[in-house]
Each structure stands twice: as structure tokens, then as C-alpha cells.
């Protein structure tokens, strides 16, 4: 990692100079000032303030990224890591991503500036299939949600594939026959989802029909349109599944807008539990993740990785719950 000390022997100056330039200080030449702001940006040099003035001190915090946070999901696993944390003796510094790489990137980079003792990221959809060419591993990692690809990283991940056969075969055991489903567009629990989707339907001997499924932003409004343009098909789905609770929010007003009775004329059901899911009537059929047990294993793993760096990494795979309410129209 380059150091105060490389920028100056690389601009001819002292480390105090160094040090002026970068805090910005008067009494700098605007010639010496130039030199050494170009040297910083040639060697990529970001200067550790926590490190400067704490640098015999242990850190005690620890960074939670995750890729957005208007998904309820990462609301409940945020709560479950401050709780670890601070049983821990540990802070936590959290960031929201936002599902943009970039923004990403700039947070990963301040909290090696801020000198946490190391980071759950929960990474975006970009970075997850390209993991090993966007992030390095500076600093201890754990990662959550989304598996990564091309590097060696602890985990917790939920079994999605097992998770969406369960809840579909659930419909389908119901009676349900043509589902639509929609699923997040570009994420790995996407995809594993989407095969957890297929496999049920497999196993039953039913078709795939590639126009009652889509890959969409998970986003409210696209689980709203996705809804409605499923709803409008010559020949609809006699039910819906969404994959998380951001596109079931969407999903389910466009179903109460349409005037269809719930599930009398199509069933619903969903990834997450959500504070509404039990208190709409019908109440919706969800898969529970388990958030607490996410964010306790993550930051344990997390934990254990900065008391010993070089132990070998593991990836920690959770179940998912299937909660069968009235939304099914099960029996």
C-alpha cells in the first residue's frame, strides 16, 4: 500500500509537505502544491486520517455496505449487524450503494480511509459476476446476499434455489397452473431464483411459458407495470410470484387496482416477509429469510476474520421459511 513516505521521495519533497498539500494548508508553493497532488493521483494514494492520528489503536468499527436499501430486506439485516456489533464492542458505519457500482466503489474506498476493521458488503449486481476485478480485498470482507465470482471471500448466502421451488410448488400444489413470476434483473439470487422457479415447475410437468416470466429492475413501479402487463395477456396467469418484497409491494397494488379478488381470481405470493404482508387481507404466502441469522453469521464471520486473517474462508448457506397464508388460496 503506497505511504505518505512514497509520495514524497516520488515529488522530492518532505512528508510535512506532503501533509500541508493535502490538508490544504497556506505557505505551499502553487508549483510544489501541482507536484504533489499530481504524485498523489499517479500512485493512487489515499491518506488514512483514522490511521494518522489513532495509528496504535485497534479500530472498533465496522463498515455494512449494502445495494439498497429501500428493499426491506437489508432493513432487518442492517438491524441484526449493529445488534452483533455492539454485543461485540464493535460501531458500524453503513452505507447504501444504490445498485451503482460506482457509488460502490467510492464507499469501499472510504472505509479503508475511515480504517474499519473490516466490511459486509452486500454487492451490487454489476460487481457480484465481476467481483474479482472491482474489489479488492485490502481489508477483511464478508459478503451477503449475492455470491460473488473468481474469488475466495467468507459468505452468507440463502439457498435460493430451494427456497423459490418451495413456495412455487406451494401454488402450484394449490391448484395454480399458468405463474407468472418476475424476478430481480442481472443478481445471482435473480437466477436462482428464476432456476428454483423452473425446477418446480418441472417437477409438476408443467410448461414454461416464457411470456408469464420476466426479468425486471427490482423496483416497485416495475412490479407494478410487470403486473399489470401480465394481467392484460389473452390469456393470464392464474397466479404471481415475486421474487422480492420491493417488486410484491408493486405487484400486489396493481392486483387491488385490477379489481381481482385475491386469490379467488389469481393468487400471490413472494420472497420476504414485510410489517404488511400478515396485516393485508388476504395476508400474503411469503418465504421468510432469515435476517437476524444473516447479519449475527455475517458479522461473526466478519469478527473472526479480523482476529485471524489467514483462516480459511467459508460460505455460510441459510434456508429460507415458506409461511403459507390465505393468499394462495391454499387448502
Known sequence: MTSIKDVADAAGVSTATVSRVLADKPHVRPEIRNQVLAVVEQLNYRPN?????????????????????RNPFFTWVSRAVEDAAYQHGYSLFQCNA?????????????????????VILSPTR??????????????????????VRGVDVDSVVIDNVEAARK?????????????????????????????????????????????????????????????????????????IFTSNAVLSAGAFRALRESGRRIPADIAFASFDET???????????VIEQPTDEIGQTATELLLNRIEEPDRPTREVILKGKLIVRHSCGCR
Open 126 to 147: 454489476e460487481t457480484a459476476d465481476v467481483f474479482a476485478e472491482k474489489v479488492k480485498l485490502d481489508i477483511p470482507m464478508v459478503v451477503i446476499d449475492r455470491r
Open 98 to 118: 444504490d445498485e451503482d457500482p460506482d457509488k460502490e466503489a467510492m464507499y469501499l474506498d472510504l472505509m479503508q480511509d475511515e480504517n474499519v476493521a473490516g
Open 275 to 285: 410489517t404488511w404482508a400478515s396485516l393485508v387481507d388476504p395476508a400474503i404466502t
Open 167 to 239: 413456495i412455487v410448488s406451494h401454488l402450484i400444489t394449490d391448484g395454480h397452473r399458468r405463474i407468472g413470476a418476475m424476478f430481480g434483473m442481472g443478481s445471482t439470487t435473480g437466477r436462482e431464483r428464476h432456476d428454483g422457479f423452473r425446477q418446480a415447475l418441472e417437477a409438476h410437468g408443467l410448461d414454461l411459458h416464457p411470456e408469464l416470466v420476466s426479468y425486471v429492475n427490482a423496483r416497485e413501479e416495475e412490479g407494478y407495470q410487470t403486473t399489470q402487463k401480465l394481467l392484460n395477456l389473452a390469456h393470464p396467469p392464474d397466479a
Open 49 to 69: 486520517r483514522v490511521a494518522r492520528s489513532l495509528r496504535a489503536q485497534k479500530s472498533t468499527i465496522i463498515g455494512l455496505i449494502v445495494s439498497d436499501i
